[in-house]
């Protein structure tokens, strides 16, 4: 009786978090904007709950209470730099483990140890920023070659988030070479050309290298805004001869551990051992693009490193990459200053925290410098951007889950034990899943605008409403809907609600609770009195719930199906 009841009243509430994530997906935006403020000084300033929980929740991949506690014991800073000093914990080692105990691994596997690093691992600064670097560098197990090779794609999870911490220039060094991202963009034992057998090289990582990791399709100015020519019109960066000379440089590069160039390796090891070069097969020739040239019968470890030089030095690289890194964790407007001191501290490899400390070893392209620069911007930090119509971003969907997990203490995640987890991808799920893009452009285009919506007519981009749809909206709802509820008592991805419980005869103390918790305080008034007034009629339970324990999980439910929760301010 109970349930029934309990299903009729949450399928009213979904619709009506529906109709406010709707309301989110066509928001009202103005076109004025608050000016930043002056650059934070040094001192510690108290921290409070919800700026702990705004920081925590772009920096990881959720905040919990007692992450709340630690920050403001000891500040952004020292809980930056205390990140930095983690070791990384390794995906690749999850599923070697795996396959050493005879088990054939799969996508299972790399679906489970994705999900445990990023709610119960402790490396969370480094496993948040892989996570938005592996949408910019994109490999995805949704290719069927991948999804068969689980060891290279765990140890392409695991280039990625040690690029979150290392040097840009080594990053696409190591991702070039990377068996994983050679069978994804279709260079693995790329041959050079040969006008007898009608062999050209394959030119899909010269050109993805270019447009989407490295430079881009426009050229722009050290803040990111686009260089103009003389008729104001774009310049582009690159034309089709620069890519089939680029191409020319990824010949030659074959599995490790082979005595020959063709052919299907015969030790695990070579999945995750680099790429090796055989000469034979690399392209002789001179090489020139971007106005760089490669000397004829140049080496192909040595052409490689030259044009990854080229593309690391380019001056697009350090604002379009920064750009991108803001917009996966802080807003996806940013303004032209904004990149601009973020793209400095990529250029110099080195960021002066407020109380004078500093990120980053000093050479162009430390990401440490890029990720302190970002979190610890005025944009990302002042409160008074939270009431600015055109920052913020859309919580991805992923993302949403993993905060769910780690602020209801889930511990277990076994999806061996929970089916639901293992492929989130469809409209019925997240429609997301990490490390599946359905292709080399992500799951969404970081340039991408919502066709006649008040935000396109403000000149703003949205990313994440790509895969935003009726059916999403609707499918996120009931997904989490279930592991809130949890009601078939599962015990992989099961919550602990004690805290909200302890609240749930206070219905607005325990909104205000979840308020801070997940959404940093940007409950709208209206939102949090729809909120308690719903909470508050529930007035009995049944079954294995109590009453307290049915407003607690219901009120969980309303807060993440909120616009002002799903906007992430």
């Not at 034992?189 to 989407?212: F, G, H, S, T």
């Not at 074959?254 to 052919?263: M, N, Q, T, V, Y």
């Not at 971003?393 to 089916?419: C, M, S």
């Not at 989130?424 to 990490?434: D, E, G």
Request: proline share 5%.
């Amino acid at each position: 009786m109970f349930r029934t009841k309990a299903i009729h009243s949450l399928k009213r509430m979904i619709t009506a978090g529906a109709a406010l994530l709707a309301a989110a997906a066509c928001s009202e935006t103005d076109s004025g904007g608050t000016a930043p403020p002056p650059p934070p000084t040094g001192g510690t300033a108290a921290i409070t709950d919800a700026e702990a929980a705004r920081f925590l929740n772009q920096a990881t991949f959720g905040a919990s209470a007692a992450d709340i506690d630690n920050l403001q014991a000891i500040g952004y800073e020292q809980w930056i730099l205390n990140e930095f000093a983690k070791p990384q914990e390794s995906l690749l080692q999850s599923v070697l483990l795996v396959e050493a105990s005879g088990a054939e691994a799969g996508r299972n596997e790399l679906s489970e140890t994705f999900w445990t690093r990023a709610i119960v691992g402790d490396d969370q600064l480094r496993q948040r920023f892989g996570f938005a670097l592996s949408q910019i560098i994109v490999a995805s197990y949704a290719d069927g070659a991948l999804e068969e090779r689980p060891v290279a794609m765990a140890n392409y999870m695991d280039i990625i988030n040690a690029g979150a911490f290392g040097n840009y220039r080594q990053l696409i060094e190591n991702v070039t070479y990377s068996p994983a991202m050679a069978i994804w963009l279709t260079y693995l034992q790329n041959q050079k050309a040969d006008a007898e057998r009608e062999v050209v090289p394959d030119e899909n990582y010269a050109r993805e290298i270019m447009q989407l990791f490295t430079i881009g399709l426009l050229e722009l100015q050290p803040n990111g805004e686009l260089r103009l020519d003389g008729g104001g019109n774009p310049i582009e960066t690159y034309d089709n001869s620069d890519i089939t000379e680029l191409a020319k440089v990824f010949t030659g590069l074959s599995w490790a551990e082979r005595s020959r160039f063709l052919g299907r390796p015969d030790d695990i090891r070579s999945e995750y051992l680099p790429l090796v070069m055989f000469d034979e097969e690399h392209s002789p020739e001179a090489k020139s693009f971007l106005g760089t040239t490669i000397p004829q019968d140049t080496s192909g470890d040595q052409s490689i490193s030259m044009a990854l030089n080229a593309l690391f030095n380019h001056a697009n690289t350090a604002p379009f990459i920064s750009r991108q890194l803001i917009q996966r964790t802080v807003t996806s407007n940013p303004s032209p200053a904004f990149i601009g001191r973020v793209a400095d501290a990529f250029r110099t490899g080195s960021f002066t925290m407020p109380s004078g400390a500093i990120a980053g070893g000093g050479g162009r392209g430390d990401m440490r410098a890029v990720v302190a620069a970002i979190l610890l911007d005025p944009e990302a930090r002042e409160l008074s951007y939270t009431t600015n119509a055109q920052f913020g971003k859309l919580r991805e969907p992923v993302i949403r889950f993993t905060q769910w997990a780690r602020a209801f203490g889930v511990t277990r995640t076994d999806v061996g034990n929970e089916g639901r987890v293992r492929d989130t991808q469809a409209p019925n799920a997240l429609n997301q899943q990490a490390y599946r893009s359905p292709s080399v452009f992500n799951f969404y285009r970081p340039g991408y605008v919502q066709p006649g919506s008040e935000s396109a007519a403000a000149g703003m981009v949205a990313p994440e409403l790509q895969i935003t749809t009726a059916a999403s909206v609707t499918g996120y709802a009931n997904f989490m809907t279930d592991f809130i509820f949890n009601f078939e008592g599962r015990t992989d991805f099961a919550p602990n609600y004690d805290a909200e419980v302890a609240l749930a005869g206070d219905p607005a103390a325990l909104v205000d609770h979840l308020d801070s918790l997940l959404a940093h305080g940007s409950l709208s008034a209206a939102t949090r009195t729809q909120i308690i007034n719903a909470v508050n009629a529930v007035s009995s339970g049944a079954d294995s719930f109590s009453r307290d324990e049915v407003r607690a999980r219901l009120a969980v439910l309303f807060v993440m199906n909120s616009s002002d929760y799903i906007i992430q301010r």
